[in-house]
């Protein structure tokens, strides 16, 4: 039986190891979990697994915060003492963060095949440490999993082709059929929106966004302007530096703990629009059938602004309160940008 270890640690890769970890286990799979400890909160990692029935980790190895360097060190140095214990066949990562990385390069100096799970992904912007960490992921990787046609363009033209990189479509795509029908509506929704059906869903935690005043002020100036309530659900990194900066927020803006998957599904199904700076969540608006209004200079998913489903406003006051203004909830949608809900299964078959 093939023997894979997985490693997960930040929020995307639960909901992205959600669907996979299912799809081995029916194809017969030995799966072992590695939590790196990246994600630690209950609100950023036990919910994920609780809400969605992801296998407990084997091993959670409480390596979060700090700086890339220490963090994705420490990370490499305890996954290499796992891999070395369990000996897998294959060490399966998922997505861009250091926890990715760390996973990666741990088993390549093992010669132990990596499978890289949303391959190909390029925002061409190397200042961001997810585009460092996407390229050298890629570029270990034995297994490639491409979400999208752009990414295996990507790969292609830096020379990685062949029977090795897999069009699959997103794994994210198949978590959120799969669990659609069990969303909640958040228990403090009434509190905080009151009745009004009609609500902006936002999230902001790029450290492009949160690591600079200005972005940042601008952003939640934006945000203000709302003529509907602007939920606001708060990764942990942004609360810290909205309270840091001093940035006050306007009466529109309803700032609550990050939520389950359970009630984003929720929220991404009820609100009037998304605003977001994360990459999952620009999908997901787009399978929720939501504008999406993009706080980011460029994205990844270049076919959602290619389709003006997605709209790129930066870090601007105006812009972003213009979009926001100017969304429409009668947009038609077409689908089928991220395969046919059925990657987590092709990944599976593939790595058998
Ligand atoms: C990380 C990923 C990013 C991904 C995001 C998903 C990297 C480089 N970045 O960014 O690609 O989009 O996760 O959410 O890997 N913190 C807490 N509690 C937690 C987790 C974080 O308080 O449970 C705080 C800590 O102060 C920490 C800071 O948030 O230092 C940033 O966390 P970190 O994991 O370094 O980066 P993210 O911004 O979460
Ligand atoms: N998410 C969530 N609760 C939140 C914010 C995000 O469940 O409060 C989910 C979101 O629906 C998506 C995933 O977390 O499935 C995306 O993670 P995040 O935005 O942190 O990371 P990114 O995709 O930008 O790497």
């Not at 996407?134 to 490639?144: E, G």
């Not at 803006?253 to 009037?272: D, K, Q, S």
Request: aromatic fraction near 8%; include cysteine; charged fraction near 20%.
């Amino acid at each position: 039986m093939l023997k894979v270890v997985t490693v997960v640690g930040a929020r995307p890769q639960f909901v992205k190891a959600a669907a996979v970890s299912r799809a081995l286990a029916k194809a017969g799979l030995s799966e072992v979990l590695v939590h790196t400890g990246q994600h630690y909160d209950w609100g950023m990692s036990d919910v994920f697994f609780e809400q969605m029935e992801i296998p407990h980790p084997a091993y959670n190895l409480g390596v979060g915060g700090g700086l890339h360097g220490a963090m994705t060190g420490q990370q490499l140095e305890k996954i290499e003492e796992i891999l070395l214990i369990v000996r897998p066949d294959r060490v399966l990562v998922y997505g861009d963060t250091n926890s990715t990385l760390a996973g990666a390069l741990a088993a390549v100096k093992l010669h132990i095949p990596v499978a890289h799970v949303e391959a190909g992904l390029r925002s061409f912007n190397r200042r961001m440490p997810e585009e460092v960490n996407r390229i050298l992921v890629d570029h270990s990787s034995t297994q490639l999993f491409a979400p999208t046609t752009v990414a295996m363009d990507n790969l292609a033209r830096e020379g990685i082709s062949g029977p090795q990189v897999k069009l699959v479509g997103d794994v994210m795509y198949d978590a959120m059929l799969h669990y659609r029908e069990r969303s909640v509506r958040p228990d403090w929704f009434g509190d905080m929106v009151g009745t009004a059906s009609e609500f902006v869903l936002c999230t902001i935690h790029r450290a492009e966004n949160t690591d600079t005043r200005e972005r940042l002020a601008g952003i939640i100036a934006g945000l203000g302007t709302s003529q509907w309530p602007v939920v606001l659900p708060l990764h942990p990194r942004t609360r810290q530096a909205i309270s840091e900066y001093g940035i006050e927020i306007a009466a529109a803006i309803r700032i609550v703990p990050p939520v389950g998957y359970f009630e984003m599904l929720w929220l991404l199904a009820n609100c009037r629009a998304v605003v977001t700076d994360s990459g999952g969540v620009q999908k997901e608006a787009y399978f929720n059938r939501k504008p999406c209004i993009t706080l980011r200079d460029e994205t990844e998913w270049v076919e959602l602004v290619a389709q003006s489903y997605n709209m790129l406003v930066g870090a601007n006051r105006d812009a972003i309160a213009a979009a926001i203004a100017a969304t429409r909830s009668d947009v038609q949608f077409s689908t089928g940008l991220y395969g046919s809900g059925n990657a987590a299964d092709l990944i599976a078959q593939e790595l058998t």
